[in-house]
């Protein structure tokens, strides 16, 4: 499929929809339904992976919820898993179908992962596939002023010397 638009105002687009019932009587979609989807899978195979809008409540006229979900097949298996899900309230879940998130005052979680099955989760920290060096950080920032972060406290590469500093800043 190739898609072309010439516009100073539109782009190219590709519409996927779904309806219950028949062409002369359509119904909303319901909870979990399939809306449109992006699919690979090689000939002859039955299964695929890639991503799918879903139905993330009951459609209706005025009410008409979506998920957007990922998922991939490991090497030398036949079974597609969800890995992402974004759920239709912008919560965004790695290695689960059900992200979570809460609210603590203005503080809102929006990045949900969770580790495989030795229960482990890891945010590494990377540059071109090695170690990003001596300090990495994590920051958190509001808009362009960082408001914290979460560093590691090495003098060097492979050195054992430090620890772990965390800051705010007001």
């Known amino acids: 499929v190739n898609v072309v638009t010439f516009s ?3 782009s190219s687009t590709i519409l996927g929809s779904r309806a219950r019932g028949t062409i002369a009587a359509p119904s909303e979609p319901l ?4 809306l449109a989807s992006f699919q690979g899978r090689a000939v002859g195979a039955s299964t695929w992976s ?3 809008v879903a139905a ?6 005025a009410a008409r919820g979506m998920d957007l979900r990922f998922s991939t097949t490991l090497n030398g298996d036949l079974v597609p898993t969800e ?6 309230g912008g919560l965004v879940g790695i ?3 059900t992200p979570s998130g809460f609210s603590a005052g203005s503080l809102r979680r929006v990045l949900n992962i969770e580790g495989g099955n030795n229960g482990s989760a890891e945010i590494n920290l990377e540059a071109n596939g090695t170690s990003i060096g001596a300090n990495p950080t994590l ?3 509001q808009g362009a002023t960082q408001v914290g972060y979460v560093r590691s406290e090495r003098s060097a590469v492979g050195a054992v010397d430090g620890g772990i500093a965390f800051a705010t800043h007001n």
């Open 139 to 141: 920051s958190f920032a």
């Open 50 to 52: 890639g991503m799918v």
């Open 8 to 10: 100073d105002t539109q």
């Open 56 to 61: 993330s409540e009951n459609h209706t006229p």
């Open 83 to 88: 890995r992402m899900r974004i759920t239709n």
């Open 31 to 34: 909870l979990n339904d399939l």
């Open 95 to 97: 290695g689960t179908t």
